[in-house]
Each structure stands twice: as C-alpha cells, then as structure tokens.
C-alpha cells in the first residue's frame, strides 16, 4: 500500500510540473518550438525508470553498477522535481485561497467596485505586469537551485563530518576520564553504499583512534545479503576494549534478522541485543547496554527492562539504542548517555533554524541530530554514513563521532 501511495504522489507531481513547466515556456516568445517539443518526452525518460523501481527496488542488490550509475540521474531528477513540487505547489494552494478570500470579498457591491477601479488603474497594471515577471524569474531560479542542489549531493558524496565532542557523565570513574567512543550508524549496506565504500568509512574511524567503537543500527538497507559486504568491511574495524552494536529497524526489514545478526557478530561488532557488556579499564567498571529496534507493535519497556537487569548496578550506563525517541524512557531508567541515529540527520536538509535541521525528519523526530537532554540524561544522535530513498545527501554529510567522556 505503502508503495502504490508513494508511486501515485510521484506521478501526480510529474503531471503537475509537466504542465506548469508547459505554461511557463508559453509565456516566452523567444523559446524555441524544438524545446517546447522536448518537454514531454524529457519527463517520459525520467518517469520510465518508476516501473523498473516499483517492481524491482528491493531486488536491487543484485544490480551491476553500470545500472547504479544509470540510476543516478534519475534520483536526482526525482528528487529536484519534488521540492519543486511540494514548494509550487503550496503556492498554487495559497494563490487559489486568496483568490476564493477575493471573490467572496466581491460580493460587496462597494468592495467590488473599488476592486474593479483599482484593476483598471495604470498603476495596477503596472504592478501586475512586474508581478508576473518576478514570478516567472522566481520560478527559474528555484528550478536551477532544485536541480543544481540534486547535483550537489551527488557530487559531494564523498564529503565527511568528523564530529569530536565530550559527555559529562555523573560519577565516572578517574580510570575512565578521557575515554573516548567513537560511534558510526545507519550504514545501510547496498549497492549504494557496497564494501569498497564502506572501507573507507572504517578506515577513516580506526584513524580516530577511539577507545570503544559502537554502531548503532542499520546496518543493511533491506536485504539479507546485504550483511555479507558489511561484514567484509566492518571486520576490520578495531577498538582497544572492543566494538559493539545494536540492531535497526532495516536490519529487521530484512528476510532473517537472526542471519543478519550472526554475521555482524561473527565479523567482531558483539551485537547487544536487550543485553548489556562490562567494559572494565584498571579496575573501573562501565555499563554498555544495547536494545534491539523498538518497533511501533513493541513494548520498550521489555527491550529496556531487560538491557538494564543485564548491566553491572552502580556504575555509569551508556545506551545503544537506533531510534532516539526513546530517550524520555531512557532517562527514567537513569541512562547517563544514550547513542542513537535513524534519522539521518535529516538526509535532505534545506537549512538550519535553531540548531534544527529543516527536513522531513524534523517532522517525525524532534531529536534529528547533535546533543539532547531529559532530565539527567544526555542523548547524542549521530547522521549517519549511509542514505536512503534517494542514493545521496543533501547539506547533511556522512558523520563519524568521537565522544570523549569527562
């Protein structure tokens, strides 16, 4: 269902921009017949590729990369025409309201009267003309920043954050002062994002030189045989006092989550599934607990529960949790930090307002990136390395973090 709602809001926004873009070429002179001409047959070549998607999307890791490369221009095509659609047509939305506000005003004889008069005024006139061509030159600035910023995700896909930053933690050990986490998630292993690509991203961690590496979720995009890349990549990813994860919700989308999690396993990231791991430095103990995908049929309560009675009591805990939404559950469990990422940041990020990502996932998460805190416990959400929807990223980088603990 999911998949037939998503095709029809495509299309529905590809007719749309069709026909907005066909109006917008009548209103110029000087374009040549052969480019208005183009029009239809530039949206049939993009639109094609929709029924290989449908029908074919999840059966993508077997693709070639010739396929994949083929592919990118068409997800940039995709992705420009949506924001061109969902901003264009927002306008329409609030033109027509003011056009039915006007209307309605009308039906005053007196205000209509003035309304008529002041249409008629050479001042008007002017007005309205200069109106149209601002519209029009707007409308072409926001096409080529549209297309110029699909562009730029693709292009900089090899960009990275490296985030350094520290953790208060109440009651840490003096063993443990200094310590520091690296932390990676949401690696979303496909053809996408294959084994050579996420090389580098291990490479680049192991150069942090960080004390403990934890990975938090995600570690497959949909598909079972998408662990085996991971775990080629991944097994060379090393910590002094070891690497640790918990499991996302793609890891559950998979065919066989249990394969999915012997093989992160057995490639040496210890998975802690609703368990917890005593991390030990010079005689001080740390708790290391980790839950799986708290689904929306799943009570977090057990999943939390159960990671808590496995950690060692009175010592400081730290959380592996993917989804960050959980933190209000964390805190009332006395979590002194809590790592979490799913949201990617928001992946596609038009801008910043107050230190919050304005994108699709600000919409379903306030804790989309960075520091949080409810009552004594501080959650860090880390962006990610891998994408999903569309192959790239847009102002968001790939992030690896460094959190040293004070």
């Avoid at 990617?344 to 805190?373: C, M, N």
Wanted: glycine share 8%.
């Amino acid at each position: 269902m999911f998949r037939e709602f998503t095709l029809l809001f495509i299309l529905t926004g590809q007719v749309y921009l069709y026909r907005r873009f066909r109006r917008f070429l009548t209103g110029y002179d000087r374009v040549p017949r052969w480019i208005e001409a183009a029009v239809l047959p530039v949206f049939i070549l993009f639109n094609l590729p929709l029924a290989v998607l449908y029908f074919y999307f999840w059966k993508l890791t077997a693709a070639p990369e010739w396929a994949v490369t083929v592919l990118m221009p068409f997800f940039a095509w995709h992705l420009a025409t949506l924001f061109l659609y969902i901003v264009l047509g927002s306008a329409g939305i609030i033109g027509k309201a003011g056009r039915l506000v006007l209307k309605l005003l009308q039906r005053h004889p007196v205000i209509n009267q003035r309304i008529v008069s002041m249409r008629h005024s050479e001042r008007f006139q002017q007005f309205d003309r200069s109106r149209r061509g601002f519209l029009r030159k707007s409308a072409m600035g926001l096409s080529v920043y549209s297309f110029a910023g699909a562009a730029a995700g693709i292009a900089g896909e090899d960009d990275l954050d490296i985030i350094r930053t520290s953790a208060v933690i109440r009651g840490l050990p003096s063993a443990f002062k200094g310590f520091t986490i690296g932390v990676m998630s949401d690696i979303h292993s496909s053809v996408f994002m294959n084994r050579d690509d996420m090389l580098r991203y291990v490479r680049r961690m192991n150069g942090l030189g960080a004390d403990l590496l934890v990975v938090t979720g995600d570690m497959v995009n949909s598909q079972t045989d998408e662990v085996y890349p991971f775990a080629e990549a991944f097994s060379e990813l090393r910590a002094p006092y070891g690497v640790y994860g918990c499991l996302g919700n793609h890891d559950f989308f998979t065919k066989d989550v249990e394969r999915v999690a012997k093989e992160v396993d057995g490639c040496g990231v210890r998975l802690l599934r609703n368990d917890a791991a005593d991390v030990v430095k010079d005689g001080a103990h740390l708790a290391l607990l980790g839950v799986d995908d708290i689904g929306r049929n799943t009570d977090p309560n057990r999943y939390l529960d159960a990671a808590v009675s496995a950690a060692r009591a009175g010592v400081p805990r730290i959380l592996l949790c993917h989804k960050p939404y959980f933190l209000p559950d964390a805190s009332a469990r006395n979590i002194d930090l809590m790592l979490s990422g799913h949201t990617h940041g928001g992946q596609i990020v038009f801008g910043t307002v107050d230190r919050t990502p304005i994108s699709l996932a600000a919409l379903a998460s306030k804790y989309v990136a960075g520091w949080y805190e409810h009552g004594g416990t501080r959650l860090y959400v880390n962006k990610g390395i891998g994408s999903v929807g569309v192959p790239f990223r847009i102002n968001c980088p790939p992030e690896l973090t460094l959190i040293t603990l004070t």
